[in-house]
């Protein structure tokens, strides 16, 4: 019976990749000065023995780094990874452990390419697992239950932090200090509690299966770079992340994406030049960045990137501009996805 129970169970694989979910301190007071990126994924699950009762567990170190370190070619290289294990038939779902700082892009990342409806979920923590009441234990408890879940397939890329049940779309770090650091501007998806799922809305934009994009079809990604924006801001900055090759240049605006009277006719002449100018904004709560409203962005030839953060307009861009160059068909994905 004990047996027949066991292979009931999902098959759940666990991608580590480092992070403070991985990390180690001196003391169990060090809830903020410690190592990221030290343990390993074995140690990991042998620390969860409950992960045993919700699913088939197996890991692999797919990297060991801090999320800030991550290059374009790390995350092809794990999206490749999450790709081959959604394809096999023994696999139910997939879980990443990833450092906080850059989980929002990862997670959407993944959203846009993978092409499979079974769940794959990012996590992380903000405390050490060596720190006194740590949260990467009970955040990845509840990844490897919604990972195991019937009802978590067709949804998406999912982040499981502080018992929410987030869009990887949507989610964003808002504060670097609490528990309580993964936020959406349109509120999380769900709630796990005890290892159990609880659905109140949906995502609307299109992801995974409905996607264009295909992790299989991407060889490279574009270098598409950010510049912030503030009071006294100059050109310098866009014009040198120009030079250096960036095809398309993530403006980092204030309040509605706007764009510095010092900046706008080096943003005019760079897009006379091919290089896709993308407003986007970066007030705390979420931008809501509207075409025309505050530049004229059809006379100008610019994109605009609505609800997206600067850090994940840039992954968009990046993925869009494996397929198109046209402004026209960027500005589409922009609404889509
Ligand atoms: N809470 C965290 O995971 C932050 C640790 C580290 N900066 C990282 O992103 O990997």
Do not use: C
Not at 43 to 65: C, D, F, T, W, Y
Not at 217 to 226: A, F, G, R, T
């Amino acid at each position: 019976k004990e047996v027949e129970t066991q292979t009931k169970l999902a098959n759940v694989v666990i991608l580590a990749t480092g992070g403070t979910i991985a990390g180690a301190g001196a003391s169990a007071a060090n809830s903020a000065t410690y190592q990221a990126a030290k343990v390993g994924v074995d140690q990991l699950i042998a620390g969860i023995p409950e992960l045993s009762k919700l699913a088939n567990v197996r890991g692999e170190q797919v990297m060991q780094i801090a999320s800030e370190s991550i290059t374009n070619e790390n995350l092809l290289q794990l999206g490749r990874r999450v790709s081959e294990l959604a394809d096999s038939k023994d696999v139910d779902g997939i879980v990443i452990t990833h450092g906080t700082d850059t989980l929002e892009e990862t997670a959407y990342f993944l959203n846009l390419v993978e092409k499979t409806d079974k769940p794959i979920i990012v996590v992380g923590s903000m405390r050490p697992g060596t720190a006194m009441s740590a949260d990467g234990m009970l955040n990845l408890y509840n990844a490897v239950a919604v990972a195991s879940s019937k009802e978590a397939h067709g949804k998406g890329v999912l982040v499981t932090m502080n018992d929410e049940i987030q869009s990887g779309r949507d989610v964003s770090k808002m504060i670097n200090i609490k528990t309580e650091a993964f936020k959406s501007a349109w509120g999380p998806l769900g709630m796990v509690v005890e290892g159990k799922s609880y659905w109140f809305r949906l995502p609307a934009k299109r992801h995974t299966m409905d996607s264009e994009f295909d992790i299989k079809n991407i060889k490279s990604l574009p270098d598409v770079e950010i510049a912030y924006s503030y009071g006294n801001v100059s050109d310098t900055a866009y014009k040198a992340l120009a030079q250096s090759g960036a095809k398309a240049i993530i403006h980092a605006g204030t309040g509605n994406g706007s764009v510095s009277s010092r900046v706008v006719p080096t943003l005019q002449a760079l897009r006379k030049d091919g290089v896709q100018i993308i407003r986007s904004s970066h007030v705390n709560a979420g931008g809501f960045v509207l075409r025309n409203a505050e530049q004229p962005d059809d006379k100008y030839d610019w994109v605009v990137a609505h609800d997206l953060n600067p850090q994940k307009a840039r992954i968009l861009a990046m993925v869009a501009l494996t397929k198109t160059n046209d402004s026209k068909e960027l500005q589409r994905m922009f609404w889509e996805y």
